[in-house]
C-alpha cells in the first residue's frame, strides 16, 4: 500500500508527455478519418472544429477556474467578426486572421473579464448573459460594419500557403482547421499544467487557502479569460474564414449556453471531454434536428437531467471512474 | 405628455406582470437556494392551461386562473420530489444544467402536444375595455395587472414577515438542522414554498400574457429576462424583486417606444451598470 502511493520518478516524468503524444495522435487520426469517412460533410465537420474550440475556451473558465458563464458567445462572436471584417477590407492571408480573430477575442477576454470578476456566483452568470446579449444587440445595431441580421458576407480569404484554395467542398478550410485544433489543444495541455494553471485550478478548489499563500486571484483569473478569449477567437475566425459568412448567431446567447451543455456532457476541467462532448452532441444535432426540432430539444433536455443525476463529471470523468476501477487490481489498492 | 404618460402606464404594468412571475424564483433562489431556470416554464403551462379551459371549454377568465395555477402545481409536485429534491444542495452549475433540461423537455413536449403556435387567453369583457379613472382612461387588463401585483406583494410580505410558516420558512433557511432539531418539518415547508413559486408563476403566466404571449418558446425566450430580473433586484427579497421589475421594465418600455430599433440594448446596459454596482443586487441579502 505504502510503495503504491510513492511516485515512480521516471513513470512520473515521462507518462504524461507519452500520453500526450498518444493523445494528440488520436485526435488527428480521428479528425483525418473524419476526412476520408464523410467527404460530403467536411463543412459541417469544420464547424464541429471551430465549435470544439470555443468549448475548449469555456472549459478554461469554468473547469479550470470555477467560473460559471453562459456568455462565452462573446469572445467567439468578437473572433469571427474581427476577422470577417478584416477579410471584407482585404486582409486575406488564413494564418493572419486567425491571428486577428485570436487578438480580437482575447481584448474581448480581457473586458469581459473585467467585468465579470467584479461578481460571484449568481450575479457573474448574469453579468456574462448580459454582456452577450448586449454584444448581440450592439452587432444587429451597428449594421454598416456587421452587416447586421443580413450578416457578414463577401469575404474570401486567400489560398493557404499561396496554393490551396478554400474551394466549395471545404478540403482545406477542413486540413487547416484541424491543424490549428491540434496546435491550440497541445499549447492548452501545456498552460493548464503549467503552475500558472495549478493555481487557476486551486483557486477554483479552494480560493481562501490560495489566497492565504498570497497569490491575487484577480489577475491569474483575467489571464485565464485573455487566453480563453484568444482559443475562442480563433474558433470564431476559423468558422468566418470556412463558411465566408458570420452571423449573428455567433454572438448570441444560444451558442454560449450550447457550449456549455457540450462541455457539461463531455465533462468539466478535462480537455478531452470538451472535444468528446462537441462531438457527440454536434453529430446528434446533426441527425435528430434534421428530423424535427422539437424532438432536438426534448433529448437535450433529457440528457442534461440524466447527466446532472447520474454522471455529474460528464462522460469523460464517468470513463476515468471506470477506468481507474479496472486498473485499481493492478497499482494496488489506492484511495 | 400624453406619450410620456401612457409609457408610464404600460411601463408600471408590465413591470407588475414581470414581478408577479419573478417573485416566485425571486424566493426559489433567496430562500431555498435553487436557480431554477424552469421557472418560465412553469408559467407557460399555466399560460396553457388557462388558455385551454378558458378558449377550449368556455370556462371564464377566473376559472382559467385558478384551474392554471392548481394543475400547474399539480404537475410541479413530482417534479419536486423526483428531480429538484436531489440538486438542493448541489452547486449553481447543476441547478442551472438541470433546470435548463427541464425547460428544453417541456417546450418539446409542450409543441409536441399543443403545435407550435401562439395561444391566447380571451379577456372578460370588463377587462377587455377601458376603464375611466377620471383624469383618463386606461385599458382595464392593465389596471388588473397592477392591482394583482400590488396584491401579490402585500401578501407575501405579509406570509413572510407575519405568520407562523413564514417564521418557520426563515428558520428553515437560516440554518436547517437547527430548525428540525426544533421541530420544524423542513421537507414539507420546502415543498410549500415550492409549490407557491410555482403557483404565483402560472398566476403571472396567464396574468402578463398580454405582455409575453404565450407560446412554445415562452420558457426559453424570457428565461433569461427573469433570472436576470431577480438577480438585479436581489433574491429573496421582495422589495427588491419589485424595485427591479419596475426599474428594467420602465427601462425596457421605454427604450422599445422611443428606440426601437436598439431592442434590449438598454436592459442589458442597465442590467451590467446595477450588478456592478450592486453585486448582490439592489437589495440582497449577505450570503
Redesign the interface.
Known sequence: MAEATLPRPSAHRLRPLGRDLIGLVLIALVGLAGYVLFPDNLAFLTRVISVALLVLSLDLI?GFCGI?S?GQGALYGAGAYAAGIACVHGVTEPFLLILIGAAAGAVMGLLTGT?ML??????Q???S???V??LH??A??ASSITGGSDGLSGMIPAPLFGIFEFDLWGRSAYLFGLALLIVVFAALRFITRSPFGMICRGLKEDPLRISALGIFAFPVLLKMFVISGAVAGMGGALAAIATQVVGLDSIS?EIS?NA??ML?LGG?GHLYGALIGTVILMALEHVVAAINP????????????A???FA?RGLSGTLDEAARLLTRNRWGARP | MQTALSIAMDAFAYGMALFIICIGLSLTMGLMRVVNLAHGAFAMIGGYIASYAARDLGLGYGFGILLAMVGTVLLAIPLERLLYRRIYDRSELSQVLMTIGITFCVIGITNYFFGPTLKTIPLPPELARPIDLGFRSIAGHRLFVIASGLVVAGGLWFLIERTGFGIHLRAAVENAPMARALGVRTEIIYAASFALAIGLAAFGGVVGAEFLPIEPYYALRYMVTFLVVVSVGGAGSIPGALAACLLLGAIDVTGRYLVPDFGNFFFYLAVILVVCTFPRGLMGRAQ
Open positions: 469554468v460559471a453562459l467585468v467584479r461578481a460571484h456566483g449568481l450575479p452568470l448574469v453579468l448573459i448580459a454582456i446579449q448586449l444587440e450592439a444587429n445595431k446567447f449556453a456549455l451543455v457539461v468539466i422539437f424532438h432536438w430539444m426534448t433529448l437535450v433536455g433529457a440528457v442534461l437531467i447527466i446532472v443525476l455529474p
